[in-house]
Each structure stands twice: as C-alpha cells, then as structure tokens.
C-alpha cells in the first residue's frame, strides 16, 4: 500500500494505516531528535508528541507532498522549543559530555572513531539553530535537496546557499575548537 493510500485510510481513522505509516517514519524522528537534545528520553518525547500533533493535524496534510519532511519539520520545531529551556539544554549537554558509545570488535578504532562523531556532533551544536536543521535533514538524517527544501519549506536554492554557508561555519568552528578533526573530511 502506497504512503498516499496510508495516510487517506489514517484520515478515516484506521489505526493500523496510521500505525504503519509512524513505523516507517519513527527512527528518522528519533535520530532527529535526539540529534538536537542529545538526550534519548527528551527525544522520545519529542518523537512522540510530533506524531501526536502530526495525526491531529493529518487533514490538512497535503498528500501530493512526501510525509517525511512534513514530519521532520514538526520533530525539529518541537526539539526547538524543547531546548529552549536552559536546564534541559545544560543537563544534555553535561549528559553528551558524560556518555560514550560502549568499545566494538577493535577498541582502539572504535574509539577514536567515537571520540571523532561526538566531536563532530559538538562542533554543529555549537552552531545557530538552523544552521544545525539544515546539516542534520541534509547529512545527518541523510534527506535529498528537495525533501530537506520541503521540510525547511524553503526553495531548493535556498537550501543550498544555507548549507553551504552552515558548512563554510561549521569549518570555521572545527578549525577554532577541534583542529584534530581537520584531516580533510569537512574541506
């Protein structure tokens, strides 16, 4: 059964078409999510009140367009708000600071190729807002131009020009606070 056919059977109010359509979406949610908060259980809830409010508000999905986007951008508005309180904010960031990816087959590879994406992760936190949406929807979450164009509900140009600025930033930050990760993978 095709998205489209989904979300009309989810409009009339069948579960299981609703309940399929979140099951497709639930982990890039997550991962959005959780990128933002840096904390598995905020973004839990995040995640959950995004598909809440998406289902409340699934009349007026426009079904031409694709629904992940649609989702993303609520998940990314919600983990907005969300950060905005500075306790929440702080105590995720001691909590990322804090955490560490268990070792795997070969420690000391595992390692620094842990210590290299949570410092990656640091560096595009430290950026604005929406410079750190469109990195996340483009490489993070893995969207193309036009699905990260439709969930900032901008144009694909547009999209392109904040990236390449957010990047031309993110380098500038990786060179100031984590020279080590210059070894020509952001040039």
Known sequence: MSETDLIRRARQGDGAAWEALVQAHQQAVFRLAYLFLGDA????????EAFIRAYHALG????????RPWLLSITANLARNQRRSAG????????AFQDSPSAAIDIEASAVQNWEAQSLWQAVRRLSF??????YFRYFIDLSVDETAAALG??????????HRAL???????DREYPSLK?????
């Open 41 to 48: 259980d905020q973004a839990e809830d995040v995640a959950q």
């Open 60 to 67: 007026r999905f426009d079904v031409t367009r694709p629904l």
């Open 88 to 95: 929440r904010y702080l105590a995720a960031v001691r909590r």
């Open 130 to 135: 929406e410079d750190q949406r469109v990195i």
């Open 154 to 163: 901008v144009a694909e140009g547009t999209v392109k020009s904040r990236l």
């Open 168 to 174: 031309k930033r993110l380098r500038e930050v990786i």
């Open 183 to 187: 070894e020509g993978r952001l040039q």
